[in-house]
Nanobody, 126 residues
């Protein structure tokens, strides 16, 4: 089993920045895909960004956050970050991290991930 805990959410004005963290514990592996998703009230949970660690590292971003958000990991490989800059009111949502230890073919799909955190609220005021 793997446990994921998000942190770093909060209230920020438009144009501001936040850094979310996702700490993994339990039976983690050296190779994995970590994704960030978000869900706004009344909307479907949507893909935000992903980091794959399989024979090297690759990153993926939703078009809506490309150039503003950056996904990265720390040297211990057990925490993944989502740096969010130039935040907009439309970024307001609960942000979830998710993990799969199986080779992920479609990082944007929720069904790819077997482990999920409980989420952290991000609110961007105008």
């Amino acid at each position: 089993q793997v446990q994921l805990v998000e942190s770093g959410g909060g209230l920020v004005q438009a144009g501001g920045s936040l850094r979310l963290s996702c700490a993994a514990s339990g039976r983690t592996t050296a190779s994995y895909t970590m994704g960030w998703f978000r869900q706004a009230p009344g909307k479907e949970r949507e893909f935000v960004a992903a980091l794959t660690i399989w024979s090297g590292a690759s990153t993926y971003y939703a078009d809506s956050v490309k150039g503003r958000f950056t996904i990265s990991r720390d040297n211990t490989e057990k925490t993944v970050y989502l740096q969010m800059n130039s935040l907009k009111p439309d970024d307001t949502a609960i942000y979830f991290c998710a993990l799969t230890t199986i080779v992920a073919k479609i990082v944007e799909a929720r069904s790819t991930y077997g482990y999920w955190g409980r989420g952290t609220q991000v609110t961007v005021s105008s």
